[in-house]
């Protein structure tokens, strides 16, 4: 991987994270809250994928 590579991956990364902001707000919850469900939603859909897996 060159140096472009990583920069436009970092690029993708920052816009991604401008649009994880931007829908907190949208749902009416603080980054935290927001930050909090999305790590449980993400956590439940690697629970189902497991099982699908097996």
Excluded at 31 to 49: G, R, T
């Amino acid at each position: 991987m060159d140096s472009a590579q990583v920069l436009a991956e970092l690029s993708a990364m920052a816009k991604d994270m401008r649009l994880e902001d931007h829908k907190s707000i949208e749902l009416g919850l603080s980054p935290e809250e927001y930050a909090c469900y999305s790590v449980l939603s993400q956590n439940d859909f690697i629970k189902y994928w497991r099982k699908v897996k097996t």
